[in-house]
């Protein structure tokens, strides 16, 4: 039942910026963590950024100072900001989140959910 829903891919220039945000929605009783993972073509999956329930952040050392992730929880929203961009920034970005849903009346353990991923082309 929970959904993550994604916009704000495109193209760019390289040296713009974009802004990706991701919205979970659902029967949501907890999110642990949100982020945001890519992967460009005969590459693997690789973190870009996440940001945990106490605010903490990790980010992939291609992206630090480059791009900051935040959050809303009112909205239960997390977005990137992407600033710098370089060709090889290219990829399928995905939303991802660690939600505790409800079962009933009560949270059922965490489990990971993905967005449906968005295309950002950087060029050069």
């Known amino acids: 039942q929970v959904q993550l829903v994604e916009s704000g891919g495109g193209l760019v220039q390289a040296g713009g910026s974009l802004r990706l945000s991701c919205a979970a929605s659902?029967?949501?009783?907890?999110?642990?963590?949100m982020g945001w993972y890519r992967q460009a073509p005969g590459k693997q999956r690789e973190l870009v950024a996440t940001?945990?329930?106490?605010?903490?952040?990790n980010y992939a050392d291609s992206v630090k100072g480059r791009f900051t992730i935040s959050r809303d929880r009112a909205k239960n929203t997390v977005s990137l900001q992407m600033n710098s961009l370089k060709p090889e920034d290219t990829a399928v970005y995905c939303c991802?989140?660690?939600?505790?849903?409800?079962?009933?009346?009560?949270?059922?353990?965490?489990?990971?959910?993905w967005g449906q991923g968005t295309q950002v082309t950087v060029s050069s």
């Open positions: 991802y989140a660690y939600i505790l849903t409800w079962y009933e009346t009560v949270p059922a353990d965490g489990l990971d959910y």
């Open positions: 659902g029967s949501i009783f907890s999110i642990n963590a």
């Open positions: 940001i945990t329930s106490g605010g903490a952040t």
